[in-house]
C-alpha cells in the first residue's frame, strides 16, 4: 500500500509498537504516548498486546508484552498493520515483534540488554544488531538502562528502581520524534507517584533525558509532524472498549431509572468491566463478584425479577456455563445483559488473544427454541452505544440479550467523543402499575412484550419461573397447543424489535460489484480496507452488521444487489452460516482468519482485489 | 384478611428489620394461592406449606414483599402454592438467584425452597458461598435424603449404604450433615425441624425470619413414595421423646417422655445422662447457646444421631454477624458521600478530557 503523506513530504498518520518484557511497564508507556497523542488533537487507535503470564521468566519470548498505537490526521479505524516505529526494550522483544515492523521502519533498542545471555534466552544464536540481519530497517541503539541509571544516580535508588525508569527513557525519545510535550507525562507521574516523590523525580529525569539524547543523537534528520485529525467539535477522551461498556450499561441505568446490578465471575478479558463497575458505588452501581459464571447470570436474573437493569459479563468459556441461565430469562421474559468479551476458543483457548467464535454459542447455544437478541459492537468506542443500546432494547422488549465485543476492542481504545446524558434517547421499561389487572404473559398486541411487575409492589404477586406456562395467566402448563403457541409468541417477540432497529446501511454504492460484510469488532480494518480499495478505484462496497438478531429488515436488500458478497469474520465462517441459513440466494465468498489476531488491511485489500477480478 | 380482623399473635419477640410490615394482619388466607396442590397425598411437603402459610401472617411483613426463590425437585415447586412473588428457578440455583432478589432488592423478605439435592448436590457450591456471605435471606431445605422427581435415586444426604435405584447394592457414598456444611461455612443460624412436628416448625421459622443474615432451617421431610418411613424412627409418637431433643435458648438440654434425660459434655464429646442416676443432678445437663459465637459446641449438636445421641432440633446456632446486604447499602451510601462523581455526566467528563473547537 502506497504511504500517504502530506504536503509537506511528513505522513498522515503512523504506527508504533512498543514492546518489552511483562514488567518494563510497556503498557504504561504505550498509554501515556496515547494519551499525549490525543490531547494534542489527533485521532487514535491503540491495542494491546499481551501474554496470559503475568510474568512470565524475565527475557523469554513468552514473556513479551506489547501495545501498537496508530495515530494521524485521518479518521483512525483501527490500530493498525505494521509499525513505522517499532521499540523493543530486549532482544525477545525484538524477535517477537519484527515481523510487525514496515520494511524500513525506525526500531529503538535498549542496546544494554542485547547481552549474549539476553540473546540467548530470546533464542538469537548472534546479535541481530551487529550480524547484518537487519540491514531493511533503521536501527537506534539506545543505552537506556545505562543512561537511565547515570540520570537518577544523585537520587539514592537502588538499582533495581532505577532499570524501572528505562521505560520513560523511551517514551521520552518518541515524544521528541514525534514533536510531544513532556507536560502531561510529567503530571501523570507527579499524581502516580505523590506518595514517593523521589520515584516520580526519578521518572521524570529519565523522561526528559530520552528526550535530550533523541534530540542529541540526531536520531531523525527533524522531527515528525503528524496533522492534527480534524474531529468535529466537542469534548474527547479516550477510551477502551471495556470502559466503554462499563459506561453505556451504567448510562442505560440512569436513562432508565432502573438500578444496575451486575453479577459476575473474572475472566480475561471481560474482568475490565466487573472492575470498572465496582468503582462506582457512588452512582448506586451493585457489582456481585459471584463463586461462579453460574451464579454470576442466575443472580443477575434475581436481579431482573426484582426491576434491576441485570448484566452478567464474561467471556466464551463463561457464556458456555451460562447457557442453561439465559434459557431461564429467555422462558421468565425478563430483561438481561449477556456481555460476551469474545477470545479464541475452543475450551481455555488463547484467552488473551480475540476471536469472533461466540457468535454460533450466541446464536444457538441453548436448549429448547430460545432467541434471544444479539447485537456487536463496532470499535472501542462504540462499546458504549452498543452496550446502551443492549440494555436499552432489553428492557424495553423484556428480553435477555447478548451483546458481544471482543478481546480487541475490549482492550483497545480510541478516542471517544463524549456524549451528554440529555442527548441520549429515554429508555421506558415496561412496568406494571400497582394493582393493575396484571397478567404475567399477558402482551403487547404490537410489541408482544410483557409487563414488567416488580416484587414489593401492591397487588402484583404472581409466579414465575423455567416451567412452561400458559399464554396471559402463567400458569404452569404442559399443554401441547399452549407450549406452540408461546414458542411461537417468544420467537416473534424478539423479530419484531427489528422494526425499531434502523435500516442497513452501506457504505459505498448499494449496487455494485463487491459488497464487503463484516460485524463486530472487524469494523475498523474492513472499512479501512473499503475505503482504501476505492481509491484505487474499485467497485467495492461495505456493509457493517452491528444487529445480529433480529437482523435489520432490509437485509436481504442490501445483500441481493451485488454480484458478489465477501463474508470478512475472525472465525470459521459463523456469520456466513447464519446468513446463508436466511438468505441462501445470494453467492456468498467467505474470508476467515482464526489466528487470534486482528485482520490488517492489507490482507483484507488482497483479498478484495483477488474476490473482484 | 382486611383491616380489623383478628390482631396479630403476640407471643413472639419483635421483628427489627427495614422490611415494610404489614398495614394491617393478615391470616393464613392471604398466602393461599389458586393453584392446585401436586404433591403425593401424605407427602410431607404438605405440612411444611401449612407451616409456612400460618407463619407468614405471624412474621407480619407486608404481603407483597415475600419472595418465594426455588430451584428443581419436588419441594421446589412450592412457590406456585404460595400466593407470593415466586420464582421457580433451575437446578440447583436458587441460592444464586436469591442472592440477587436480596441484594438487589433488600427490603423484600426471601425464602429460599429447596431440597437435598438441589442444595446439596447441584448446588453445593451455591449453598456455601450464600452462607459465607450472611446474605439475609432464609433457606429451607427439605431433606428427605432421595431424589423424589427424578423417581428414587440416592442423594447427597442418603445414608451409606442406602438401596436406592442407582445404588441397588447400597451406595458407597458418606452422606453430608447439612448442619456440618452450614457451620463450616460460617454460617450464623441453622436450625432443624421435622413435617411430622409443624407446631416446632412454625416456631423455627419465626426464629429464621427474626435472624438478620443467612438462616438455614433443614426440614426432615418424609417422602412417601420413594424412601417412605426415612424418619419414622425419629417422628413416631413412640420414639420421638426419646430419640430427639428439642433445643431452646438458655433452657437446660434435657428429652425424654419425663424429660429425665440430659446432654452432658464430657470433655471430649457429648454424652447422654439421666438424671438421679449415678449421681447426675440438673446442674452437669448443658444449656443451650445458640448464639455463643464458637460453633464448637453447635456443631456436636448438629451432628448428633441416633442411637448414639438424640438427634438435635430447634435453633441450634443464632449469632450476630454483618450481613452482606447492609454492608453494600453502607457502603454505597459511604462512598455516595464522599464521591464528587454525581452522575453520568459528571463520570463521563471526569478525568483526562480535551476540547475540540
Known amino acids: ?285 451493585k457489582t456481585f463478584q459471584a463463586e461462579d459464571e453460574i451464579a454470576g447470570i442466575t443472580s443477575s436474573i434475581g436481579a431482573a425479577f426484582t426491576g434491576s437493569l441485570a448484566v452478567t459479563t464474561t467471556s466464551g468459556p463463561g457464556l458456555s456455563l451460562k447457557v442453561e441461565a439465559m434459557g431461564l430469562a429467555v422462558m421468565t421474559e425478563l430483561p438481561l445483559v449477556v456481555v460476551d468479551v469474545q477470545r479464541a476458543g475452543p475450551s481455555t483457548g488463547m484467552p488473551t488473544k480475540s476471536e469472533q467464535s461466540d457468535l454460533n454459542l450466541a446464536l444457538f447455544g441453548r436448549n429448547g427454541e430460545a432467541p434471544m437478541l444479539i447485537i456487536a459492537a463496532a470499535s472501542p468506542a462504540d462499546c458504549f452505544y452498543a452496550a446502551f443500546e443492549t440494555a436499552k432494547l432489553s428492557m424495553e422488549h423484556m428480553t435477555p440479550a447478548i451483546l458481544l465485543t471482543d478481546g480487541y476492542i475490549g482492550f483497545g481504545s480510541e478516542v471517544f467523543r463524549i456524549p451528554r446524558m440529555a442527548d441520549l434517547p429515554e429508555i421506558k421499561p415496561p412496568l406494571a402499575e400497582p394493582n393493575s389487572e396484571y397478567k404475567p404473559y399477558r402482551r403487547d398486541p404490537e410489541t408482544l412484550v410483557r409487563k414488567w411487575a416488580l416484587p414489593g409492589t401492591d397487588g402484583l404477586r404472581h409466579r414465575i419461573g423455567g416451567l412452561e406456562k400458559t399464554d396471559i395467566y402463567g400458569e404452569v402448563s404442559t399443554d401441547p397447543l399452549n407450549h406452540e403457541k408461546m414458542v411461537k409468541l417468544r420467537a416473534e417477540k424478539v423479530q419484531r424489535i427489528a422494526k425499531v432497529l434502523p435500516l442497513q446501511e452501506v457504505f459505498g454504492e448499494t449496487e455494485d460489484e463487491l459488497l464487503v460484510v463484516s460485524w463486530g469488532g472487524t469494523f475498523g480494518a474492513v472499512r479501512n480496507a473499503v475505503e482504501e480499495c476505492r481509491k484505487e478505484g474499485l467497485k467495492v462496497s461495505h456493509s457493517h452488521f452491528r444487529y445480529i438478531n433480529p437482523l435489520p429488515l432490509n437485509t436481504r436488500d442490501v445483500l441481493s444487489k451485488f454480484k458478489k458478497v465477501l463474508v470478512c469474520e475472525l472465525n470459521n465462517g459463523q456469520f456466513v452460516h447464519y446468513l446463508r441459513m436466511n438468505f441462501p440466494e445470494i453467492p456468498y465468498l467467505q474470508y476467515n482468519k482464526i489466528q487470534g489476531l486482528p485482520f490488517t488491511v492489507s490482507e483484507l485489500c488482497e483479498k478484495i482485489k483477488e474476490v473482484i477480478k | 384478611m382486611m383491616p380489623g380482623g383478628t390482631p396479630m399473635s403476640n407471643e413472639h419477640p419483635q421483628i427489627n428489620n427495614t422490611i415494610p410490615k404489614s398495614p394491617y394482619p393478615l391470616t393464613r388466607e392471604d398466602f393461599i394461592s389458586d393453584q392446585m396442590v401436586k404433591w403425593c397425598p401424605g407427602c410431607g411437603d404438605h405440612a411444611i406449606l401449612s407451616a409456612v402459610s400460618k407463619v407468614f401472617p405471624e412474621i407480619g411483613y407486608k404481603k407483597e414483599n415475600y419472595v418465594l426463590v426455588s430451584g428443581i425437585g419436588c419441594s421446589s415447586r412450592f412457590p406456585y402454592y404460595v400466593n407470593t412473588y415466586g420464582f421457580h428457578g433451575i437446578h440447583g440455583r436458587a441460592m444464586a438467584i436469591a442472592s440477587g432478589v436480596k441484594i438487589a432488592n433488600p427490603s423484600l423478605s426471601v425464602w429460599i425452597i429447596t431440597g437435598d439435592g438441589d442444595s446439596m448436590a447441584i448446588g453445593g457450591n451455591h449453598f456455601i458461598h450464600l452462607i459465607r456471605r450472611n446474605i439475609d435471606v432464609n433457606l429451607l431445605l427439605f431433606n428427605n435424603q432421595i431424589y423424589g422427581l427424578t423417581k428414587g435415586q440416592y442423594s447427597p444426604t442418603s445414608p451409606l449404604g442406602a438401596i436406592t435405584k442407582t445404588s441397588p447394592y447400597g451406595t458407597i457414598e458418606h452422606p453430608f450433615t447439612p448442619g456440618e456444611l452450614v457451620l463450616g461455612a460460617q454460617g450464623t443460624f441453622f436450625a432443624r425441624g421435622i413435617d411430622a412436628q409443624p407446631k416446632m416448625l412454625t416456631e423455627i421459622m419465626f426464629e429464621a425470619a427474626r435472624h438478620d443474615g443467612t438462616s438455614v432451617v433443614e426440614v426432615l421431610q ?51 445422662i439421666k438424671l438421679g442416676e449415678n449421681g447426675w443432678g440438673i446442674n452437669d445437663v448443658l444449656v443451650h447457646d445458640a448464639t455463643n ?43 455516595k458521600a464522599q464521591s464528587p462523581i454525581k452522575c453520568m455526566d459528571d463520570l463521563l467528563n471526569s478525568g483526562d478530557t480535551w476540547e475540540i473547537e
Open chain 2, 293 to 335: 459465637p464458637d460453633p464448637g459446641l453447635h456443631l456436636s449438636l448438629a451432628k448428633m444421631n441416633w442411637p448414639e445421641l438424640p438427634v438435635a432440633f430447634g435453633v441450634i446456632r443464632s449469632v450476630k454477624a454483618p450481613t452482606y446486604d447492609d454492608l453494600m447499602e453502607e457502603q454505597i451510601q459511604r462512598i
Open chain 1, 1 to 285: 500500500m502506497e504511504e500517504k503523506k502530506t504536503k509537506h513530504g511528513q505522513p498522515e498518520h503512523v504506527v508504533i509498537r512498543f514492546s518489552g518484557d511483562s514488567g518494563d511497564g510497556m503498557q504504561l508507556t504505550g498509554n501515556l504516548f496515547s494519551d499525549t497523542a490525543a490531547y494534542t488533537g489527533h485521532d487514535l487507535s491503540t491495542f494491546p498486546d499481551f501474554p496470559a503470564e503475568i510474568r512470565a521468566p524475565q527475557n523469554t519470548v513468552a514473556g513479551v508484552s506489547g501495545f501498537q498505537l496508530h495515530f494521524g490526521g485521518t479518521k483512525i479505524y483501527n490500530s493498525g498493520d505494521l509499525c513505522d516505529v517499532l521499540v523493543a526494550m530486549n532482544p525477545a522483544a525484538l524477535k517477537t515483534n519484527l515481523k510487525w515492523a514496515k520494511k524500513g521502519a525506525t526500531i529503538i533498542v535498549d542496546v544494554d540488554n542485547f547481552e549474549p545471555k539476553a540473546l540467548e534466552k530470546a533464542g538469537y544464536s548472534s546479535n541481530p544488531l551487529e550480524d547484518g540481519s537487519l540491514a531493511a530497517y533503521r536501527i537506534v541503539k539506545a543505552p537506556m538502562r545505562m543512561l537511565a541509571r547515570e540520570t537518577v544516580k544523585d537520587l539514592g535508588l537502588d538499582t533495581k528502581s532505577a532499570d524501572r525508569t528505562k521505560n520513560m527513557f523511551a517514551l521520552g525519545m518518541l515524544l521528541y520524534m514525534f514533536d510531544k510535550p513532556l507536560e502531561h507525562t510529567y503530571s501523570y507521574l507527579d499524581i502516580k507517584f505523590s506518595k514517593k516523590p523521589i520515584v516520580a523525580e526519578a521518572n521524570k529525569k529519565v523522561l526528559k533525558a530520552g528526550y535530550d539524547y533523541a534530540d542529541t543523537i540526531e536520531v531523525l534528520q527533524s522531527k515528525i509532524h503528524i496533522p492534527q485529525a480534524k474531529l468535529p467539535k466537542g469534548k474527547y477522551r479516550n477510551i477502551t472498549g471495556n470502559i466503554a461498556t462499563a459506561w453505556g450499561l451504567m448510562a442505560a441505568s440512569e436513562k432508565s431509572g432502573r438500578p444496575l446490578f451486575l453479577g459476575s465471575y473474572p475472566i480475561t478479558p471481560a474482568t475490565e468491566i466487573l472492575m470498572e463497575l465496582a468503582r462506582h458505588r457512588s452512582l448506586g452501581v
Open chain 2, 222 to 272: 418424609n417422602c412417601v413414595i420413594f424412601n417412605d418411613g426415612a424418619y419414622d424412627h425419629l417422628a413416631s409418637r413412640e420414639y420421638r421423646d426419646e430419640r430427639t431433643i428439642y433445643l431452646e435458648q438458655g433452657k437446660p438440654m434435657l428429652f425424654g417422655a419425663n424429660k429425665d434425660k440430659g446432654l452432658r459434655w464430657n470433655g471430649s464429646g457429648l454424652e447422654v
